[in-house]
């Protein structure tokens, strides 16, 4: 959405810092290691990819 800026939470952030440490992992591995869902975990980096899409077109 144009003009919308994402902010992450620290739940986002937990999701970041816990992807970060680890080369090799799974969506499953990343919640647990953040204390979040599954669906958490592909809903922020979902976000992560769009924002990085929206970056390199700017």
């Given at each position: 959405?144009?003009?919308?800026?994402?902010?992450?939470?620290?739940?986002?952030?937990?999701?970041?810092?816990?992807?970060?440490?680890?080369e090799?992992?799974?969506?499953?591995g990343?919640?647990?290691a953040?204390?979040?869902s599954?669906?958490?975990?592909?809903?922020?980096?979902?976000?992560?990819?769009?924002?990085e899409?929206?970056?390199?077109?700017?």
């Amino acid at each position: 959405m144009s003009g919308v800026e994402w902010l992450a939470t620290d739940r986002h952030c937990a999701v970041v810092e816990a992807l970060q440490q680890r080369e090799h992992t799974t969506a499953a591995g990343l919640a647990d290691a953040a204390d979040v869902s599954e669906e958490h975990v592909r809903s922020t980096l979902r976000r992560l990819v769009e924002a990085e899409g929206d970056a390199r077109a700017e």
